[in-house]
């Protein structure tokens, strides 16, 4: 037993465990034989709870019995002691606790390096059987080793792990009826390498950490970076303090110490060192850091001033000037001295509290000197009083003798010779000006491979006159700094072993910089390069000896080498060098370092737009870190007065059209630009052709032929939308002397009053009219579209050249504007014509149809001679020449020394100006030249000549009453009746009569005695001369009067006599035509041809007094403009052939268009060319931006800015001029000799709507205007439910249903509604890691779904004692534990078994199973369980990605006790992604109990989508949502006119406040959408950075769910809105009138359901919530009886219970809810319903549904038979019939306006 017992014992130091074992565990007392007697004073020496037995010789082997032989029995410590073997041969009594332990032993290292040797250790504590024994021993990384047989009791084995991480070590031993195990765990890290990354904050500014500066009083943070390492800790110390400390897993990760304001106060200020150290277990030394930490204060009270003996002058020749500062020293100073005629800088450092300093050089005149002063975290300025400087005048004697840099800046730096004479003015002061650029300018050109900075520097005069630097006969250096980071290869040669090196030469055109160190100075040497081979002293690439000559030896030991002296070779170089010694010396001891550098100095070459080297070379002084250029010129971007362009080389036409294939950007664009002109111009010649329609004047079909007062009438339509008319439009003019006939405006040849037309008509009067005083339109609302915008009208009168303007500007329409069909405009005034809105809307609108080049194109007047064809053309021209400058003067460089000119918000430089200026020139003249000739060139056809042969047609129009015979074959008594009663109303309108005028006061013409119209003629006759003949003395002897006005009124009298001279002139001959026999009394012909007669004899007296000796030749009125007479009666002579360029220019403008268009496309091809690639795209990028924005923006700007101008300075009405406007002749009637002279007139068309039948036509709009807007709601409507349906199942994938179902069916089968603790471990290393650890490696269950990152197992627990225990029960429980509640949750850190940390100031791995972590650690969130809601946070145990590894993780736990009486519960959670259905699946499976030891099984799987499909499902249903959002804010346009309108009575309809619940859903909906994104993103971003670690995807699933629902209910409440689209139903809309009716009732009686519904739930869920699973909540119970109500109840486990109580319970809510209330609910909707079917009136919208219907049907020929009679005017034959006779009457009900 003492042998077993020393086996017994630890071995090792390091971590050993047991595994599991197939037999039972023991650990309890063993009793052998009987104790017959115990030795007084023995039993108190027994350790407490052990008990005395005697140990019989004959049962010693019991211990290995009792231990299967594979156990070693191990005696409590204290026994051993007391009392040495515990089973003497003598035989004493004892008491024995004993252990098993397992006989074999694992022994491993705790924590190990990755990469290094891991000594994995197993020795047996008792002799292996004498069977097979198989041991296997699995690292727990994947490999697997197997143990041979063992021959000694120990065996050891080295494995190498290669990544970090927490592994179970397990050793396997089995055998026949043996199975023996071993576990341990091990950790592995990385080793610390050394630090990446360290920087240093403070005061909101960063620092490197070599000058780390803090703040005094604030915070300082360190922020560092390793390399590699793992679990490091990391320390900041000040010698021996600890200022600060940290630990993390990662140390690749950034980590910040902080340092609080009290340490840094301690320190003080001052610069102080500190300390970085980086540790963890497996680096051996410590990696540290050493840093500088300057403590600085903010800078107050500075001061200065000069120091000087004389207050009134300075004799020295510096300025002396004295600073102090109160606190924040050191700083910086910055003196910016400042003279009369030149200024000087210089810095210097404050280091004390005060100082003083000298400044120079001296300074003539006037001084003033500004003092900053600057450190890290503060700057302050002061400015000393000016003063002056006495002495000499001063002249700057060299270009600058120190260095010229950008302060405060890692910049380059101009180092300047002596100043040649002849270079810089000897009086006057330089301006230096310096620019430093960190990348190329010049990138687009692909030459001189430039890398790291570009500088500039530039010299001008005190006027900006650049100053020319070049031709230098002493170099100027300049230091470039090279790239950060670049990698330096240095060779370190044995002068006296070998001598050879390889370099490698990467460019060309490169110098090669040998930078060589010696370890001997002298030490000469021979060097020699080769160029892939070594060399020789006949064969080699360049050859030198060293040293060179130099004041240094970094100048001695330099060679230099350019791409000359290499050849132009690239590639490997060999180097060798060979020592220079004297006789009998074979080697020497010495070393040489080679540093190779590569570096090249290059300037940029203006005149050739490249990169040059000319004048250029590299210095000796080139390091890694800076190159030294040494230039004999400054190059600089000088400017003149013209900038020079961009250069190309048309002679270099073939080799850039070679390089097309490469770069065929800009000609393919000009080449497509060429072929889109043709197809516009295409477009252009038939829009002429259509205008030139347009431009006539039409000679109106119902004007009198014997007419002679002609007007022209010039009828403008609107802009405005449905400006145009498709109605018949009726005018009369009205003037002081009497009204015009109502003349029909119409054209059978062409379209008119279309939207935005001018339309001109020649309307004629028997006479004039006077001064015209107003108009009156209508129209009778037929056709298509009859409303109207009439815009301005204008009427000229022919014979005096008179105009009057009409300023109408409304609508003539019965559903828009003053809903007015018929409207009298009166004539405008000056001052209305010269109103600002009048003006601005003419300027502009002529402007942008005529004055715009662009807008013209589609919008031309018709009458201008600058055609559509000539407007694309010149635009086309205009826009090459654009291209062309804009591409001329592209990427032109700019002067840094260039002033720039500043305008308020507007900043240019000249040479910007000059741009500008220069592109003007080149572009405009010749556009504005083609522009000119093709507006002012006349057209052919209206030459001189052609209008005089044309001059007689136009007196055809009007026939003369001499030609009348011919015409006049069939006359008749009513035709002449109805010619003598039209004379008779034209004198009634010139004179106020009773007598009849009109045929509905005459009569019919059968019934009507042509004596007696003769008669009335004859009166109204005489009444008008004697009426003139009364007032004509007043005029002639009133002394008031002008002779003019005399003369006007003969004038007018005259003409109507004339006139009606002509008239009975014609009614003679048509009498004399017709004779007795026509007549049906022959007395009565005779009769009317002798008052004919006498009326014509009593004119003829009247125009013989006139002077109009023969009355029967018309006058000779004029036809158009050009036509008119003046006042003397001479004829004008004008438009014809006088202004305007020959017709023969228009030949001269198509060839510049033509040059300069070809001309333009071919140079902006070859800069296309000549640019490259990727210049030519930025160009046509920047150049179709900058088009668009001038033709979209600008110009528009400018047209409105010169109408506003124009409108409020200039105030000029622009007239149009029509004098060469053809006329349109209407010839259908000459020549036709049967037909009467006299125009037949139709009242259904010459006289407005009747007021009755307006109104009718007003019903029938507004009920089309309803029907249309109730069809356009039904199929928006149908839309938005289509695109809402497709964004709800474009979001849900239906696979997720089967998805989820696979994998809870997988995790949950066979699983127990109620499990204990055995039963978790048995579930969780059976069901669960069989399932997460599929077939396929990576892959779950059958392999089709991958897990994606680790699962991970999470518990919650209680504190120990978290509850009371009865007082009388203490005895008996010892310990209570509670249900879960998050304040007993169990949040504290323990060692494995639960057991209590011992130091609490140890770093504790955040992978510890036994730490808890919190939902922030976790990146989780609370969780609601079946019982309660869980925190986020908990005890975590990570499982391996291999099921091997997961395996011995759970064994590990679940021997270590992870799971205990304290645990509440227990989450498994993971994520997979299945690519079949493309979707993620968030897994929670939850094991919960609530204290009383049973573990209830629960799963919630959430399925998302986080990879969009590309297919092209995922296009369509992007399009949707797209589409889906449009009708969002559509509806939110509606509802907001609708609040708007309705205010607060809106709030009071439940369909508003379900229209605006939808809008608000959307919203919310959309942004829950964007969060799912952002959420998606970030989780996936995180599982890519650490897929060895869990990916938690819960809260993404939760913005998804989220959304889900949202989408739902939005769906929900979108299909409940169509009940307000059935209204149209009848039926629909009484059961919702019914429903109003009865609300009150009903509302009473659901509040009475709610209450008994509560009532018998809370009753049941008393009853048989402790036994009846269907009661066991109050929800479940309230579903429960729901579920009654319909039907679905399980009587048996009620009744199974308590028959009597179930029966009296459940009949009562039978009888009293099923029989009662709810029949008694629907007897009130049915007596609702059936006062609504006695008392229901029709709705309005029945009438609408009609109509629709009709129109419908009408639209697919579908006839359409409605019920109601009403019936809207057949609009469409009002043409034909007048509006007056029409017999569809509507029924006169209230019609709702309001149509949205």
Request: aromatic content about 10%.
């Amino acid at each position: 037993m003492a042998g077993m017992a020393n086996a017994g014992a630890p071995t090792s130091t390091t971590s050993s465990s047991s595994s599991a074992w197939s037999g039972p565990r023991h650990s309890k007392q063993s009793w052998w034989g009987s104790a017959p007697a115990i030795k007084p004073g023995m039993r108190d020496r027994f350790p407490a709870g052990a008990t005395p037995f005697a140990c019989l010789e004959e049962h010693t082997g019991a211990f290995t019995t009792r231990c299967n032989n594979r156990k070693v029995c191990h005696l409590i410590a204290n026994v051993v002691d007391l009392f040495g073997e515990p089973c003497p041969q003598l035989g004493s009594y004892l008491s024995v606790d004993y252990h098993c332990k397992d006989g074999l032993t694992l022994s491993v290292s705790t924590v190990a390096a990755v990469f290094d040797d891991v000594n994995v250790k197993v020795k047996w504590l008792l002799y292996p059987p004498e069977e097979s024994l198989r041991c296997k021993l699995s690292t727990g990384d994947g490999h697997v080793i197997d143990l041979p047989t063992p021959e000694r009791l120990e065996s050891t084995k080295v494995h190498k792990y290669t990544y970090t991480g927490t592994f179970v070590v397990e050793v396997e031993c089995t055998s026949k009826g043996i199975h023996i195990t071993a576990q341990s765990v091990i950790t592995i890290q990385e080793p610390i390498t050394v630090f990446g990354f360290v920087r240093c904050y403070a005061g909101k500014q960063s620092f490197h950490a070599t000058d780390c500066k803090a703040l005094y009083g604030e915070p300082f943070q360190i922020q560092m970076v390793l390399k590699a390492g793992t679990n490091v800790t990391y320390r900041m110390q000040s010698d021996n303090m600890l200022l600060s400390h940290s630990f993390v897993v990662r140390g690749n990760v950034p980590e910040n110490i902080t340092v609080s304001p009290e340490i840094i106060q301690q320190h003080g200020l001052g610069c102080h060192r500190l300390t970085l150290y980086a540790s963890n277990m497996v680096t051996s030394s410590e990696v540290s850091m050493d840093m500088q930490m300057c403590v600085l204060e903010k800078m107050t009270g500075l001061q200065a001033s000069v120091l000087t003996e004389d207050e009134h002058c300075l004799d020295s020749k510096d300025v002396t000037v004295a600073v102090t500062l109160e606190q924040g020293t050191p700083v910086l100073l910055r003196f910016d001295v400042t003279g009369d005629y030149s200024s000087y800088s210089e810095t210097n450092i404050l280091n004390t509290g005060s100082d003083i300093f000298h400044i120079g050089p001296s300074i003539q005149g006037s001084v003033q000197v500004k003092i900053r002063a600057w450190n890290a975290f503060s700057s302050l300025e002061v400015e000393v009083d000016t003063f002056a400087f006495c002495g000499q005048e001063s002249t700057l004697g060299s270009l600058h003798t120190e260095s010229i840099s950008i302060p405060n800046s890692y910049g380059p730096t101009f180092y300047f010779p002596t100043r040649p004479s002849n270079i810089l003015p000897s009086d006057e002061p330089v301006d230096v000006r310096m620019l430093s650029i960190d990348k190329n300018p010049f990138a687009w050109h692909e030459g001189g491979n430039i890398s790291g900075v570009t500088a500039a520097l530039s010299l001008t005069t005190t006027t900006g006159t650049s100053i020319a630097v070049e031709n230098l006969s002493e170099n100027i250096k300049i230091m470039l700094p090279r790239p950060v980071g670049e990698q330096v290869n240095t060779s370190f040669l044995d002068l006296g072993n070998f001598s050879t090196t390889i370099i490698e030469v990467a460019s060309a055109d490169s110098t090669l910089v040998l930078k060589m160190v010696p370890s001997n100075d002298p030490l000469p040497f021979k060097i020699l390069l080769g160029y892939m081979d070594f060399p020789t002293e006949t064969n080699n690439v360049a050859m030198t000896e060293m040293p060179h000559d130099g004041a240094t030896q970094e100048e001695r030991y330099t060679w230099l080498l350019d791409p000359k002296d290499l050849k132009g070779n690239t590639g490997v170089h060999y180097l060798v060098v060979r020592p220079i010694v004297g006789p009998g010396i074979k080697s020497i001891n010495a070393t040489l370092s080679i540093t190779p550098i590569s570096a090249a100095c290059r300037f940029w070459d203006k005149s050739k737009l490249d990169w040059s080297t000319n004048g250029c070379k590299v210095g000796v002084h080139s390091t890694h870190l800076v190159t030294e250029c040494l230039c004999n010129h400054l190059t600089f971007f000088g400017s003149s007065f013209f900038v020079t362009p961009n250069l190309v080389d048309p002679s270099r036409t073939a080799e850039l059209f070679a390089t097309f294939a490469e770069n065929p950007l800009v000609v393919c664009f000009v080449a497509s630009l060429f072929g889109a002109y043709l197809f516009v111009v295409l477009w252009a010649r038939r829009k002429d052709i259509k205008d030139t329609v347009k431009v006539k004047v039409t000679v109106l079909d119902d004007n009198d032929p014997m007419d002679e007062y002609r007007y022209l009438l010039s009828v403008s339509t609107g802009h405005r939308r449905g400006a145009a008319t498709s109605s018949k439009v009726t005018i009369t003019l009205m003037g002081s002397e009497g009204s015009s006939e109502p003349h029909h405006l119409t054209d059978s040849k062409k379209c008119v009053f279309e939207r935005g037309a001018v339309d001109l008509f020649l309307l004629t009067t028997p006479f004039p009219l006077g001064d015209l005083q107003s108009i009156r339109l209508w129209h009778n609302n037929s056709g298509s579209h009859p409303s109207w915008y009439v815009g301005n009208v204008m009427l000229q009168d022919l014979q005096k050249e008179q105009k009057c303007h009409f300023l109408c500007n409304s609508w003539l329409a019965i559903d828009i504007g003053g809903c007015s069909l018929d409207q009298v405009f009166p004539v405008s005034t000056e001052v209305d014509l010269k109103r600002f809105s009048n003006l601005f809307f003419m300027k502009t609108s002529k402007d942008f149809s005529d004055g715009h080049l662009w807008y013209s194109v589609i919008n031309r007047p018709p009458s201008s001679n600058f055609t559509c064809v000539q407007r694309v053309s010149c635009c086309f021209t205009l826009l090459l020449c654009t291209m062309l400058t804009s591409v001329m003067f592209y990427g032109i460089p700019t002067d840094p020394s260039e002033q720039t000119m500043d305008m308020g918000l507007f900043e240019f430089t000249w040479q910007q100006f000059m741009i500008g200026v220069q592109s003007s020139l080149i572009m405009f003249p010749v556009n504005i030249l083609i522009v000119s000739i093709f507006r002012n060139t006349r057209p052919r056809e209206t030459s001189c000549c052609k209008c005089k042969t044309e001059e007689p047609d136009a007196e055809q129009t009007f026939v003369s009453p001499s030609n009348t015979n011919n015409m006049s074959a069939n006359v008749t008594l009513d035709n002449v009746i109805m010619d003598i009663k039209r004379i008779a109303q034209s004198l009634s309108k010139t004179m106020k009569s009773n007598i009849p005028c009109t045929e509905s006061e005459f009569g019919p013409a059968q019934q009507v005695d042509i004596n007696a119209v003769l008669s009335t003629v004859e009166h109204f006759i005489t009444m008008n001369n004697k009426a003139s003949d009364t007032a004509q003395p007043e005029l002639e002897y009133s002394p008031t009067m002008h002779p003019g006005s005399t003369l006007e009124g003969i004038q007018k009298k005259s003409n109507k006599n004339q006139y009606l001279y002509r008239q009975l002139c014609h009614i003679h001959k048509q009498l004399s035509q017709l004779g007795p026999s026509d007549f049906p009394d022959p007395h009565s012909y005779s009769r009317a041809l002798q008052q004919v007669h006498g009326m014509k004899v009593f004119l003829e007296d009247q125009l013989s007094t006139s002077g109009f000796n023969n009355p029967e030749e018309p006058n000779q009125r004029k036809l158009s403009p050009e036509d008119s007479t003046d006042g003397d009666g001479n004829r004008k002579k004008r438009g014809c052939c006088n202004g305007g360029l020959p017709w023969w220019f228009i030949f001269v403008g198509w060839a510049l268009m033509i040059a300069s268009s070809f001309v333009s496309g071919y140079f902006t091809m070859l800069y296309g060319l000549k640019f490259g690639k990727e210049r030519s795209a930025s160009w046509l990028v920047s150049m179709i931006v900058s088009f668009f924005q001038s033709i979209l923006v600008i110009q528009p700007l400018k047209v409105i800015f010169l109408a506003i101008f124009f409108a409020l300075v200039i105030k000029k009405v622009d007239e149009e001029d029509f004098q060469n406007v053809a006329f349109e002749r209407n010839d259908k009637n000459l020549g036709d000799c049967k037909e009467p002279l006299t125009v037949r007139r139709d009242n259904s068309l010459y006289l407005p709507p009747a007021a009755a039948d307006i109104e009718k036509m007003k019903r029938y709009k507004i009920m089309e205007q309803k029907a249309f807007a109730l069809l356009k709601e039904i199929l928006t409507y149908m839309g938005f439910m289509w695109m809402l349906l497709l964004v709800a199942y474009g979001e849900k994938d239906p696979n997720a249903f089967f998805l989820k179902r696979h994998i809870r069916d997988s995790f949950s089968q066979g699983t127990k509604d109620s499990m204990s603790p055995g039963d978790v471990f048995t579930w969780a290393n059976t069901l669960l890691l069989k399932n997460l650890f599929g077939v396929y490696p990576g892959f779950i269950t059958d392999g089709n779904s991958k897990l994606v990152g680790n699962a991970r197992l999470r518990q919650l627990r209680v504190q120990k004692n978290s509850c009371q225990i009865a007082g009388y029960m203490q005895q008996f429980v010892p310990d209570c534990h509670a249900p879960y509640s998050w304040d007993l949750e169990d949040m504290g850190f323990y060692d494995p078994g639960w057991n209590h940390l011992v130091k609490e100031n140890v770093s504790r791995s955040t992978f510890s199973p036994w730490t808890y972590q919190t939902e922030t650690q976790l990146r989780a969130h609370p969780f609601w369980g079946k019982m309660v809601l869980y925190r986020g946070g908990g005890f975590v145990a990570e499982i391996s990605p291999d099921s091997q590894n997961a395996s011995r993780t759970l064994e590990y736990l679940f021997r270590n006790t992870w799971l205990d009486a304290y645990t509440r519960a227990i989450f498994v959670e993971f994520t997979v992604y299945n690519a079949n259905v493309n979707l993620f699946c968030i897994v929670t499976l939850l094991l919960e109990t609530t204290a009383v030891g049973a573990f209830q099984f629960y799963s919630e799987l959430q399925s998302v989508r986080l990879y969009q499909s590309t297919g092209g499902l995922h296009i369509f249903v992007l399009a949707a949502e797209i589409i889906y959002l449009l009708f969002i804010l559509y509806y939110m346009f509606l509802q907001a006119k609708l609040m708007k309108q309705q205010r607060c009575a809106y709030f009071r309809s439940m369909w508003n406040l379900l229209e605006l619940s939808i809008i608000l859903l959307s919203w919310s909906t959309l942004a829950i959408y964007i969060n799912r994104t952002l959420l998606g993103n970030r989780d996936i971003t995180y599982y890519q950075n650490h897929k060895d670690q869990f990916a938690n995807f819960y809260e993404t699933a939760s913005a998804d769910s989220l959304l889900q629902y949202m989408i739902a209910f939005l769906v929900l409440l979108s299909t409940f809105k169509l009940w307000h689209l059935l209204r149209l139903n009848a039926k629909i809309n009484m059961l919702t009138a019914a429903l109003q009716r009865s609300w009150s009732d009903v509302s009473g009686l659901l509040l009475v359901i709610v209450v008994m519904f509560v009532a018998y739930s809370i009753s049941s869920n008393v009853i048989y919530g402790w036994k009846v699973s269907s009661y066991k909540t109050l929800t479940d119970a309230l579903l429960t009886l729901i579920s009654l109500q319909i039907g679905i109840f399980n009587y048996n486990e009620v009744l199974d219970n308590t028959p009597l109580l179930g029966g009296i319970l459940f009949g009562s809510c039978i009888l009293f809810m099923t029989f009662v209330v709810l029949n008694l609910l629907l007897s009130v909707i049915l007596v609702a319903f059936h006062q609504e079917q006695i008392y229901h009136k029709p709705s309005d919208e029945e009438e609408i549904v009609d109509l629709m219907l009709k129109k419908i049907c009408s639209l697919f020929g579908i006839p359409y038979e409605n019920t109601n009679e009403t019936t809207g005017p057949d609009l469409n034959k009002a043409d034909e019939s007048t509006i007056n006779n029409s017999k569809n009457i509507l029924n006169n009900s209230s019609i709702d306006v309001n149509v949205f």
